[in-house]
């Protein structure tokens, strides 16, 4: 498959498990699962005609990792980002002491003072590197990174999750917690 087949296919799960399953017709389970088979019909039906040869490539390639499937292979699930209610069944989990979030310089003021908001999704998102955090605040504009005190944040209570892609997850991140 070509790179921008991948890519055309990748940006329809995106949309439709993360954010309007609705459209096709599907609703996520719990996890945020559907059926791979339901997920196909549909797809085809909305004239994206997607094989199953296809979607195993684009799950296994996808540079991000944006999507998984249980162990049996017939269901999917975008491993985070979603705008719509789900729960996807995260274990909390003790963070690094230090992590990263990336935005644009634009954000910069607000966010001192308002802190770091979901804003459409259903967490903050944060990564443990550097270089991830870059590229995440380039997508809105000249990008600035903030480093998060998460030590400070784990030890006064607030719960993070990690995706299965490696995306740290919190509710917000007040911004004493910011540098
Ligand atoms: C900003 C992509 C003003 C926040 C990426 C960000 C990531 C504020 C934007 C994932 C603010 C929200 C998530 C405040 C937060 N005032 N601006 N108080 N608080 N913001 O896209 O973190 O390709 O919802 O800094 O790689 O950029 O979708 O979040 O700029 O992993 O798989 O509001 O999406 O992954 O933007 O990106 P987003 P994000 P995928």
Not at 9 to 31: A, D, N, T, V
Not at 46 to 64: G, P, Q, W
Request: proline share 4%; net charge positive.
């Amino acid at each position: 498959m070509d790179k921008s087949r991948n890519t055309s296919i990748s940006k329809f799960l995106s949309k439709y498990l993360r954010h309007e399953p609705e459209q096709l017709g599907l609703s996520l389970g719990i996890g945020g699962w559907v059926q791979v088979d339901d997920l196909l019909v549909a797809s085809a039906k909305h004239n994206f005609v997607i094989s199953r040869e296809e979607l195993d490539e684009v799950v296994a390639t996808n540079a991000k990792q944006r999507f998984s499937f249980d162990l049996t292979k017939t269901l999917i699930r975008a491993n985070q980002g979603h705008s719509v209610e789900v729960d996807l069944q995260l274990e909390p989990r003790q963070p690094p002491d230090l992590l990263y979030h990336g935005t644009a310089e634009k954000n910069v003021e607000s966010i001192r003072n308002l802190g770091l908001q979901k804003m459409s999704r259903h967490h903050v998102h944060l990564s443990s590197d550097l270089a991830t955090a870059k590229t995440v605040g380039q997508r809105h504009g000249k990008p600035v990174v903030f480093e998060v005190n998460a030590a400070a944040m784990f030890k006064d209570g607030y719960i993070f999750y990690c995706s299965a892609n490696q995306v740290w997850l919190v509710a917000r991140v007040p911004p004493k917690y910011l540098q």
